[in-house]
């Protein structure tokens, strides 16, 4: 491949009892890329993601961040982890209590320890780059689902991460919003070079703005490579997957 990933598998296997998940997995997310995970609906695309972040432990194989095998992390080292690769989960994890503003301030006072006045102009700097500045005041539940998803991304944004892991983040938009959030991913890729990971089935999110995708089929990688040769590959199992995958199912 000749450039150094920035997050690399090297032969994962996880298990949960007779469950093998994951039976051997090897690929690289290259450094600014937009790389997508995709497979069916309990392939195990959640799973690979929450190891990168230690929310599950493989049983065997190495998981390697910027250089550094990630796999005998301890929880600190984790938590020092998790402040350069933010996971936007698929289902809202915002206050609901807490105005957008808050929700954002909050994370940024304790992770970079500023002043209340420096947090709030940092979370409103995140939420301009959303175009969601004008919602600073309101609570997260009075906002519909693609608007909260964008604010989740400004949350995680504002903590300046290198790598964002995104997962199923149009899943239950409506097209409008898909597509938003699917330009949004690409753009702060763009801007920020983040390295963005994004576990999905959505094809249309695919076609407009993935560099290289994983394909995960019974445990194994099936496909790994650029985004459009995906989608034109004529092996009969991405063959099916690209051309009767319900758009958007869970
Ligand atoms: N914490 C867990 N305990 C037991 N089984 C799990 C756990 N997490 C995921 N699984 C199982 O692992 C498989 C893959 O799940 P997941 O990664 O969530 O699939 P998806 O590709 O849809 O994201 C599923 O069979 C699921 O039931
Ligand atoms: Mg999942």
Redesign the pocket.
Known sequence: MGEQGIIGFHDVYKS?GE?H?LRGINFDVLPGDVHFIL?H????????IKQLVGL?KPDSGQIVFDGEDITAYSEKQFTNLRKRCQFVFQHSTLFDSRSVLENIAMPVRKRFGLGRKEANDAAIDALTKVNAEKYVDVLPTQLGHGLRKRIAIARAIALKPEVVLYDEPTTGLDPVNARRTDRLIRDLADRLKITSVV?SHDLISLRSIADRVTFLNGGFVAFEGRAMEFVRNDDPIIHQFVHHARIGAN
């Open positions: 949960f469950n998940v497979g609906s309990g392939a195990g695309k959640s799973v690979l599950l576990v």
